[in-house]
DNA sequence: CTGTTTCTGTTGCCTAACCAACAAATCAGA
DNA sequence: TCTGATTTGTTGGTTAGGCAACAGAAACAG
């Protein structure tokens, strides 16, 4: 997972490989495109292709998560950082964000695939709460905590870009809000959760 | 010379290279660039610069071959020509444009180079005038005057990228002139040599 | 001058990428 | 439905690139 690659060549290749990617998706969409297609963009030998995917579905999979990961790179999200306001709050834009311009740019005919993303977006937010969460004392199942805190999150981003019917800062005091009374009775240092909107 | 390279890895290792060497000639210059800043900057290993190029020397001339030949296109040159007046305007056109480029962007330190430069030019531009000649007939020591000729237009090149006193159209009636005036004796049908500046 | 450092060019071994060829699956049209 | 054309995965053998290690040649500081 987190094996730095060293090789050049590897690198080399996985980089064309999302270029090309990338490129065909703005295109033709994920459907129109074949592994031909983005083997023959990045100039690349097709059977080449399979040593570092599985399938052009496996190659999606790691673009979403890896663009999720900028978004929240971009918002200074980290899995050691405590479990707070401020960083909740960062966490509900940046999901806000991710999942606004995964709608916004999604080709029309891919649309099938949003599950997918989904189940990515979730997994990874899970994971970054459940870390947050050893910060805290004295927390009783910390994973069922952070299952649902994480779905919560989720959906709530997932309602908000829908419409965008009130403001991110009032999705994400209303989150906190809900977190915090939650956990109120299973967390003993619980610190502070309530940060107001800029 | 001409073999098409077909395997994509040897196109992209040397794209590589010669992408790092031109970034590193604007930045540092010629002399002060090891081969192993080359390889660090393109991404490739040491080893494999070797694997394609004697030295830095030998990928230096390499691309101002290629710059040189890329100059000559923009003007539409090619060796499967005729030998007329406006194939030879194009050409010394290209050769004042790529010599005055030249002088522009050469890094001072490394002007001990342009000997190299010149010998690659003036053998490149007497290939190319040879070759046209074989649409003349009757034509003796064809050679000697490719030779003569393609000095004649590099020299003048030379001459006039050092103060452009006169405009390159005046450098190219001068030289037509003089090569249709010596000519003239030797070959049974000379095309007409003079076409004016436009 | 001398020891140190950097750069060079070369070697042998290992790994990644290329490629042709194949069978199975999918798709398109008659 | 059948048929031909794509696409998909997979294989084995070949070639290019990575890498560590070496010795010799500059370059350079003390």
């Given at each position: 997972?987190?094996?730095?690659?060293?090789?050049?060549?590897?690198?080399?290749?996985?980089?064309?490989?999302?270029?090309?990617?990338?490129?065909?998706?703005?295109?033709?969409?994920?459907?129109?495109?074949t592994v031909q297609d983005?083997?023959?963009?990045?100039?690349?030998?097709?059977?080449?292709?399979?040593?570092?995917?599985?399938?052009?579905?496996?190659?999606?999979?790691?673009?979403?998560?890896?663009?999720?990961?900028?978004?929240?790179?971009?918002?200074?999200?980290?899995?050691?950082?405590?479990?707070?306001?401020?960083?909740?709050?960062?966490?509900?834009?940046?999901?806000?964000?991710?999942?606004?311009?995964?709608?916004?740019?999604?080709?029309?005919?891919?649309?099938?695939?949003?599950?997918?993303?989904?189940?990515?977006?979730?997994?990874?937010?899970?994971?970054?709460?459940?870390?947050?969460?050893?910060?805290?004392?004295?927390?009783?199942?910390?994973?069922?905590?952070?299952?649902?805190?994480?779905?919560?999150?989720?959906?709530?981003?997932?309602?908000?870009?829908?419409?965008?019917?009130?403001?991110?800062?009032?999705?994400?005091?209303?989150?906190?809000?809900?977190?915090?009374?939650?956990?109120?009775?299973?967390?003993?240092?619980?610190?502070?959760?309530?940060?107001?909107?800029?």
């Amino acid at each position: 997972m987190s094996t730095q690659t060293l090789d050049p060549r590897v690198r080399r290749t996985r980089k064309l490989l999302k270029q090309a990617f990338v490129e065909l998706m703005h295109e033709k969409g994920f459907n129109a495109m074949t592994v031909q297609d983005i083997a023959d963009r990045a100039d690349i030998n097709r059977t080449t292709f399979y040593d570092h995917y599985e399938d052009k579905f496996a190659l999606h999979d790691q673009m979403i998560l890896e663009w999720f990961q900028q978004k929240l790179a971009d918002y200074t999200i980290t899995q050691d950082a405590t479990f707070c306001g401020d960083n909740l709050r960062n966490l509900i834009y940046a999901v806000c964000d991710f999942v606004l311009q995964m709608n916004g740019g999604c080709h029309g005919a891919d649309l099938q695939y949003k599950p997918a993303i989904e189940d990515l977006m979730q997994a990874t937010i899970q994971d970054i709460v459940h870390s947050w969460m050893t910060s805290l004392d004295g927390i009783e199942h910390a994973d069922i905590h952070a299952a649902s805190i994480s779905y919560a999150i989720f959906g709530a981003g997932m309602q908000w870009s829908k419409d965008q019917t009130h403001s991110k800062g009032t999705v994400a005091d209303t989150l906190i809000s809900l977190i915090r009374d939650g956990l109120k009775a299973q967390v003993t240092n619980l610190p502070e959760l309530v940060t107001q909107s800029a």
